[in-house]
T-cell receptor
């Protein structure tokens, strides 16, 4: 079945450092890919998405590119802030049973001043 | 309401008791999902509703788990004879959905803050 694999955390960075959180997926066909973020004490919210190969999703300085050849959707940000500290979830929606999202295990990011 | 509302926010129960968790989706959202978030396990899909029917209940872990949705709105997740391994955060989400099953209508999920269930 469809699945998502994320790098384990926590990822600990200093403010203004470069961030990469790796995400790879297994799915048939052409799934849609997502990054969701869960800030402390809040519910999950959509950060960005990409619906076809080579698409780049972006929001709040974060970017991720849908790479079909490597089945990856790595999250990047050039300069993190303390306020980016949160748990980040990679997710996909496949072509079959497409209504549900399949999530990865989440990666906690801790940014220190 | 303005967002997805879940109640209670915390529930502590004894092993063997039944519990009911409630979800109030965003008004007008026809699609509703239940997920479970366990420590180190990520988000585990439980069940999906389109209106009042559940076309995908493949994630319910056992027959102790059931869910219903009435009036195309509020949903209740019931766990019977709770076990310690049921301890987790239970998350509800909704999306616009729609009869045409247009893919974009399901792409953004709006999550509630969850119910933290602790089974002693």
């Amino acid at each position: 079945g469809d699945s998502v694999t994320q790098m384990e955390g926590p990822v600990t960075l200093s403010e203004e450092a470069f961030l990469t959180i790796n995400c790879t997926y297994t799915a048939t066909g052409y799934p849609s890919l997502f990054w969701y973020v869960q800030y402390p004490g809040e519910g999950l919210q959509l950060l960005l998405k990409a619906t076809k190969a080579d698409d780049k999703g972006s929001n709040k300085g974060f970017e991720a590119t849908y790479r079909k050849e490597t089945t990856s959707f790595h999250l990047e940000k050039g300069s993190v802030q303390v306020s980016d500290s949160a748990v980040y979830f990679c997710a996909l929606r496949g072509n079959t049973g497409f209504q549900k999202l399949v999530f990865g295990t989440g990666t906690r990011l801790l940014v220190s001043p | 309401g303005a967002g997805v509302s879940q109640s209670p926010s915390n529930k502590v129960t004894e092993k063997g008791k039944d519990v009911e968790l409630r979800c109030d989706p965003i008004s007008g959202h026809t699609a509703l999902y239940w997920y479970r978030q366990s420590l180190g396990q990520g988000l585990e899909f439980l069940i999906y509703f389109q209106g009042n029917s559940a076309p995908d209940k493949s994630g319910l872990p056992s027959d102790r788990f059931s869910a219903e949705r009435t009036g195309g709105s509020v949903s209740t997740l019931t766990i019977q004879r709770t076990q310690q391994e049921d301890s987790a955060v239970y998350l509800c989400a909704s999306s616009p959905g729609g009869r045409g099953l247009i893919r974009s209508s399901f792409e953004k999920l709006f999550f509630g803050s969850g119910t933290q269930l602790s089974v002693l």
